[in-house]
């Protein structure tokens, strides 16, 4: 059953990119598997303060939105490395470039199509409803569909299991994926159980990696895919894996490497993950911990608390990076918990009172971003300067670390590159007819426009990924 938020962007664009040719040389150094590090004291939750009243609360001054600078670029932007794939009718597409798309299947049913890093395949589900789906692969030029995982297997892990968060492994044809499987009946005693395992693409083989485990109960159902439990690391070596108020460390082949690096409150009767993101040189991690110790979910407990930390692998120390005001879940079926830059410096996160505020990670100064009315996650580029939302179609976000938030000029995609992002004119929104794509370059408050040789049909699901020249 397809939650509220979905029902709501019925339209909305599942966009994301994977810039082959402008990834960055991914670092060499590896944590030895060798040697077991100690585990961490756990880290202290705070107790309950009350929420102050709105008589003693300081008056802040609300951030203004204003609209960019434009100016119209006289060339048209070259996006022939782009490879799109998006679902019209329940059927999946293809497209490269500015060349015609081509249908790959016509099952009716398909949705959530996710490009491999190398854009070469792609994983999508087939089902009648949002979450009780098989899963399958196809190649990009439409040979080779397959099944990786059907509703039939998942039924050997218990009835009703349905396939969660499902992420590529960075530069290889594998996925990693959740199953869970949570009882019908809101009177339960019992509550999710969770495993995770690995699938190749390539020969459909599958691998448990960790058993489906009981835990508590996960919100919504656990049939948002951001409520994944695991991260993997940025070359697709290891990987975190968070269960029962702990956080390891595991290979890609399941063995676990370091047991209970950081300790958290599950937030039992209600599970609550943490949000894990990787440093780049894989030093060690950012970590949203989840602080709630009796939570019955966001109807009956609010929204959760977070705190955030920084861990660090060689001297085994998790430090808060102390953030005020501190970090809450705030729209629970719509968006993650924290939103971080890809150099792991700035966040954007929401506070109890409904405010988006920009912070610091390395010196922990908060700023005031936006009165409550967007979702995260943001979009970042990749000089980590510029974010932007792509989840309201009529109030695409595009702000800077070092600048006021601006609006785009339409329904914001994703980023090309540092400074250059694709966008569909807000015009063209309301229009039934095929839909093109601009450009936007960014500089600070001006926006330099250009356009392109790229039409799109109407679509319910939209990815994209750049193919790197060779």
């Known amino acids: 059953m397809e939650s509220a938020i979905y029902r709501y962007f019925l339209f909305m664009f599942l966009f994301i990119l994977a810039a082959c040719s402008s990834l960055p040389a991914e670092s060499e150094r590896e944590i030895p598997s060798t040697t077991l590090i100690a585990t961490p004291t756990p880290p202290v939750l705070p107790t309950f303060i009350a929420s102050p009243t709105s008589e003693s609360m300081p008056t802040t001054p609300t951030p203004v939105v204003v609209a960019f600078r434009i100016s119209t670029a006289s060339e048209t932007f070259p996006l022939d490395n782009l490879r799109m794939a998006y679902i019209v009718d329940g059927n999946l597409y293809v497209q490269n470039g500015g060349n015609s798309p081509k249908q790959l299947s016509n099952s009716g049913e398909d949705r959530s199509p996710i490009f491999s890093y190398d854009g070469e395949k792609i994983i999508f589900s087939r089902g009648k409803t949002f979450a ?174 977070y705190l955030i930390w920084r861990y660090t692998f060689d001297d085994n120390v998790a430090t808060q990076i102390p953030l005020e005001p501190s970090p809450v879940w705030k729209h629970m079926e719509s968006n993650d918990v924290i939103s971080i830059s890809p ?83 807000a015009s063209a929104l309301m229009s039934q007819e095929d839909r093109r794509i601009l450009v936007g370059k960014v500089n600070q408050n001006m926006l330099l426009i250009y356009e392109t040789n790229v039409t799109v049909p109407l679509m319910s699901y939209f990815t994209s990924t750049i193919i790197s020249n060779k």
Not at 168 to 177: G, M, S
Not at 236 to 244: D, F, I, R, Y
Not at 346 to 374: E, H, I, M
Not at 401 to 415: E, H, R
Request: charged letters at 15%; glycine letters at 10%; hydrophobic letters at 35%.
């Open 343 to 425: 150099n792991r410096e700035w966040v954007l996160y929401f506070s109890n009172d409904c405010q988006l505020n920009k912070a610091n990670l390395l010196d922990g100064g908060t700023d005031l971003l936006l009165p409550c009315r967007y979702f995260l996650p943001m979009q970042w580029s990749s000089n980590s300067m510029y974010f932007a939302s792509d989840l309201n179609p009529e109030d695409s976000l595009l702000g800077s670390v070092g600048a006021p938030p601006n609006y785009t000029p339409g329904y914001f995609l994703d980023w090309i590159d540092a400074t250059h992002f694709m966008y569909i004119p």
């Open 132 to 305: 009780y789906n098989s899963i399958f692969s196809i190649n990009a030029d439409g040979s080779h569909e397959q099944v990786l995982i059907t509703v039939d297997w998942l039924n050997t892990l218990g009835a009703d299991t349905k396939a969660g968060h499902l992420a590529f492994v960075p530069n290889t044809h594998r996925i990693l994926f959740n199953t869970y499987s949570c009882p019908k009946d809101s009177n339960s005693s019992s509550g999710c159980t969770v495993g995770l395992f690995v699938t190749d693409v390539d020969t459909g083989k599958l691998k448990e990696i960790v058993a489906p485990t009981l835990g508590g109960y996960l919100p919504w159902g656990g049939d948002s895919r951001w409520l994944g439990n695991f991260s993997i690391s940025p070359d697709g070596k290891l990987l975190s894996v968070a269960h029962a108020g702990q956080i390891d460390i595991l290979d890609i082949g399941g063995n676990v490497i370091y047991p209970n690096i950081m300790k958290y409150s599950p937030g039992i009767p209600f599970e609550l993950y943490p949000r894990v993101y990787w440093l780049s040189d894989l030093s060690g991690l950012i970590a949203a911990l989840p602080t709630e110790i009796d939570y019955h979910g966001p109807w009956a407990s609010g929204d959760p608390d």
